[in-house]
C-alpha cells in the first residue's frame, strides 16, 4: 500500500498536532522547558493575552501534557502553576529539533539566543534519527516507510473530498 | 542571565514556528516526505482546500523549504511540483519526533499507521536528543539551557505587555 492509499486520519502527526500543533501552544511548552510555569510569567514572557493563554493551558492540561499544581504565596490567593507531565516532557525531543532548525537557518549573525547542552559535558545538543539498533540517519534518504499495523486503506469516497480528514 | 529575562523576539523556536507553526504546513512537509508532490495528490490526501494549499505551498517555497519544479504530463499543462530543499530535509528530526511522540500516545490499539525504519537494518527509527560528544539524553533533566550569544536582556517596556512578541 503506498502512503497516498493510506487513510490519514489515524496520522500519528497529525493527531500530536491536533494537541500541539499551535504556534501558541509551542511557546507556553518552550517555556515550561525553561522553567516558567506560572501564568503571569508565562504571558508576561511571550506577550500573549489572558484569555488565550487560559485556553491554551486548559487543553494542555485536558490532554494531560501539563499538570496544574496549586501554589500560594504569602498573602495572595492560591494559584496554579503548570508543570509538565511525563507525556510533555516527552516532547523535549520535538522542540530540540524546532530549535536546532530556528537556530540553523533563523538565528542572529551573532548565534542563538539561547544554548541546550548536555548537563555532564557541556556540549550542546542537537535532535537526530536514530534506528532501534543505534544507527544515525543522516537524512531522510536512509529512511524507509511502510505501512503500520493501524494502516487502513482510503474509502474511494474519501479521495479528493476537501472535507472528513481535517487535522 | 535568567531565561525570564531574555528577549524572546530572536528565539529559535519562535522563528522556525514563523515559517512551519501550522498545521496545514506540517501535514504538507508530511506528504512531501512521503513522496506526494503534486498538488492535486496533497489536497486530495489531506483533505484541504485549493486556497489554503495554494497559499502554504507558496509561503513554503518563498521560505525555501520546498523547491517547485516543472513538470508536464503528456497532453496536460505544466504544473509544478514540490520538492523538498535541504533546508526542509533538514525538518526530518521534527517530524519523526512529532510521529514518535503520536505513535506513542494517539496510536490506534493495533499500532500506528505508518512505520518509519532504518532503510539499512529494518528498525524503527525515533528521534532523540543527543549532545556533540554522543552522549543520549533520556530526558529533558539532563540539559541546561544557557543563554547564547544572541541572547539581549528584556526591555523594561517589553515585561508584561501583550504585544509586540508575536511569534
Known amino acids: ?31 515550561a522547558f525553561n522553567g516558567v510555569r506560572r501564568f503571569d510569567q508565562i504571558r508576561g514572557h511571550i506577550g500573549m493575552s489572558d484569555s488565550l493563554l487560559a485556553d491554551r493551558l486548559r ?27 511525563e507525556k510533555g516532557l516527552d516532547l523535549y525531543p520535538v522542540m530540540i529539533a524546532l530549535m536546532r532548525w530556528g537556530d540553523r537557518y533563523y538565528a542572529d549573525p551573532e548565534g542563538p539566543a539561547l544554548i541546550v547542552a548536555h548537563a555532564g559535558c557541556d556540549e550542546p545538543v542537537e535532535a537526530v534519527v536514530e534506528c532501534e539498533r543505534g544507527h544515525r540517519l543522516a537524512s531522510a534518504a536512509e529512511g524507509r516507510a511502510d505501512p503500520g499495523p493501524g494502516a487502513r486503506a482510503r474509502t474511494p469516497a474519501g479521495a479528493g473530498t476537501a472535507d472528513g480528514h481535517s487535522p
Open 59 to 85: 487543553k494542555l492540561v485536558a490532554a494531560g501534557v501539563l499538570d496544574a499544581v496549586p501554589y500560594q504565596d504569602p498573602g495572595r490567593r492560591r494559584r496554579n502553576e503548570y508543570r509538565l507531565t
Open 1 to 31: 500500500m503506498h502512503w497516498l492509499e493510506i487513510e490519514t486520519d489515524n496520522c500519528s502527526i497529525q493527531r500530536a498536532l491536533s494537541v500541539i500543533g499551535e504556534k501558541w501552544t509551542i511557546l507556553i511548552l518552550r517555556e
